[in-house]
């Protein structure tokens, strides 16, 4: 069973390192509109076909045990100090193609049913670390404000100097995915995104948008700010 689970670990690694250096270098070349953007165009196109088949309702990240939270968790911003905001004026806009848009403060999460989930946060950087999260799913969101049958993509937008990213609709819907407010028993920290940010342990950790202001579903596709740089838009697990 160990050396399984070695084996398990070691695939995840390799899968996670070719990655991350695919990834940071394509950012750091630039590659839109550059020599290798068809090669790597051609590359990125298969490559999101299969990550779209092995995202399923059916399919679920490994939960982890009380007490297996990683000791330190790293933070991440773009601005030059960590975003702050007034917790009490925050609000965060749902609309799009929607029915009923929504703009919601963060009691009026709180008050909403709660998932709670302790999976493992792979960021494309290398580093990896188990976390418990707590939140509304977005998929009971999407309910509430009555989305169109048109939509296949979900836009999230934040106070982080302009932060963004987009998502398919189906990983965004997933059970898994949620508006976290609450990060290892306690309400979420600015360093870690307060009041509220995306997760789900189904994308890399840059596609889990912190300092959430607004949620659009659109029907066309959009980007997102490391996606704009080169990085991998579906960016799946």
Same mark, same amino acid.
């Given at each position: 069973?160990?050396?399984?689970?070695?084996?398990?670990?070691?695939?995840?690694?390799?899968?996670?390192?070719?990655?991350?250096?695919?990834?940071?270098?394509?950012?750091?070349?630039?590659?839109?509109?550059?020599?290798?953007?068809?090669?790597?165009?051609?590359?990125?196109? +298969?490559?999101?076909?299969?990550?779209?088949?092995?995202?399923?309702?059916?399919?679920?990240?490994?939960?982890? +045990?009380?007490?297996?939270?990683?000791?330190?968790?790293?933070?991440?911003?773009?601005?030059?100090?960590?975003?702050?905001?007034?917790?009490?004026?925050?609000?965060?806009?749902?609309?799009?193609?929607?029915?009923?848009?929504?703009?919601?403060?963060?009691?009026?999460?709180?008050?909403?049913?709660?998932?709670?989930?302790?999976?493992?946060?792979?960021?494309?950087?290398?580093?990896?670390?188990?976390?418990?999260?707590?939140?509304?799913?977005?998929?009971?969101?999407?309910?509430?404000?009555?989305? %169109?049958?048109?939509?296949?993509?979900?836009?999230?937008?934040?106070? %982080?100097?302009?932060?963004?990213?987009?998502? %398919?609709?189906?990983?965004? &819907?997933?059970?898994?995915?949620?508006?976290?407010?609450?990060?290892?028993?306690?309400?979420?920290? +600015?360093?870690?995104?307060? +009041?509220?940010?995306?997760?789900?342990?189904?994308?890399?950790?840059?596609?889990?948008?912190?300092? &959430?202001?607004?949620?659009?579903?659109?029907?066309?596709?959009?980007?997102?700010?490391?996606?704009?740089?080169?990085? %991998?838009?579906?960016?799946?697990?």
């Amino acid at each position: 069973m160990e050396s399984k689970r070695r084996e398990s670990d070691r695939r995840q690694f390799l899968k996670l390192a070719g990655a991350s250096a695919l990834g940071l270098w394509t950012a750091g070349c630039g590659w839109r509109g550059g020599p290798f953007e068809d090669v790597l165009q051609w590359w990125w196109n +298969p490559n999101e076909v299969l990550q779209k088949a092995l995202t399923t309702p059916r399919r679920s990240a490994k939960l982890y +045990p009380p007490g297996s939270e990683t000791a330190t968790f790293p933070t991440y911003y773009i601005s030059d100090s960590v975003p702050m905001t007034d917790t009490a004026a925050w609000r965060l806009d749902i609309g799009g193609m929607v029915g009923r848009p929504l703009s919601l403060s963060l009691d009026d999460l709180l008050k909403m049913p709660m998932t709670t989930t302790r999976v493992r946060h792979y960021c494309i950087e290398g580093w990896t670390g188990v976390a418990e999260w707590s939140g509304v799913q977005l998929s009971h969101l999407a309910e509430l404000v009555n989305i %169109d049958p048109a939509v296949k993509y979900v836009d999230f937008r934040s106070f %982080d100097d302009g932060y963004w990213s987009s998502w %398919d609709r189906e990983t965004a &819907l997933h059970p898994q995915t949620l508006i976290a407010v609450g990060m290892n028993g306690a309400l979420l920290g +600015p360093g870690h995104g307060a +009041p509220a940010r995306l997760y789900s342990s189904l994308k890399y950790g840059y596609k889990s948008v912190k300092y &959430l202001t607004e949620i659009n579903f659109l029907s066309h596709r959009t980007g997102g700010y490391w996606e704009d740089r080169g990085y %991998d838009w579906y960016a799946g697990l």
